[in-house]
């Protein structure tokens, strides 16, 4: 059974806290969500003819397999219905927006979308990319080139972590004076 350990200390009697994971608990989640979705690559004919949303639910109901209750799909944030929320106690703690792989255009625009769920709190964002053309080197290439180029990156801050997963650190929505850390991942659907 997966365990998420919180940074939320116990709340003393006059300051409320906010609900939180640490950039460990939230690297463990996102590993599992890119390892899970990885065995859509391994038969992408029983997946690809799905569209987004049903892939979207395929994914919550894992999750909440593995941390039960946690985890909602078309969920209210901000200023729309984000694909997947991640809740934790009282809040939401993680915001995951599912796309279908359209060029470097509609990167930058899942982005902005992305950004769009996120709230002054949110620390951490995931972007997910179905792809179900083949070329997904040249996919990432592109999409890597739209991260850099998006209008709220912050130089340098690019990280490969595997070939078809990146961070990169962007300028909150809401604070210039504060980033939010977004992962791509990205999965193969091709045939």
């Not at 463990?28 to 799905?50: H, M, N, T």
């Not at 080139?145 to 340098?156: D, N, P, Q």
């Not at 004076?177 to 045939?191: G, N, P, Q, R």
Request: overall charge negative; charged content about 25%.
């Amino acid at each position: 059974e997966r365990q998420l350990r919180t940074v939320v200390k116990k709340p003393s009697k006059n300051v409320p806290t906010d609900p939180s994971l640490s950039r460990d608990d939230v690297n463990g989640l996102v590993d599992f969500i890119d390892q899970y979705l990885k065995q859509f690559e391994v038969s992408p004919k029983a997946y690809s003819d799905r569209d987004e949303e049903p892939l979207r639910d395929i994914l919550v109901g894992m999750m909440n397999a593995n941390y039960p209750g946690s985890t909602t799909g078309e969920t209210f944030s901000k200023l729309g219905k984000t694909d997947i929320s991640f809740r934790l106690d009282s809040g939401h703690v993680l915001i995951c927006e599912c796309k279908f792989w359209g060029g470097a255009v509609g990167y930058g625009l899942a982005l902005d979308q992305l950004f769009s769920y996120l709230t002054w709190r949110h620390n951490y964002g995931v972007l997910i990319h179905f792809s179900k053309l083949k070329g997904m080197t040249r996919a990432i290439s592109e999409a890597s080139r739209a991260i850099v180029e998006h209008g709220s990156y912050t130089v340098e801050t690019l990280s490969i972590t595997t070939e078809t997963r990146l961070s990169s650190q962007h300028i909150h929505p809401q604070d210039p004076d504060k980033t939010v850390e977004v992962f791509h991942l990205f999965i193969d659907m091709s045939y």
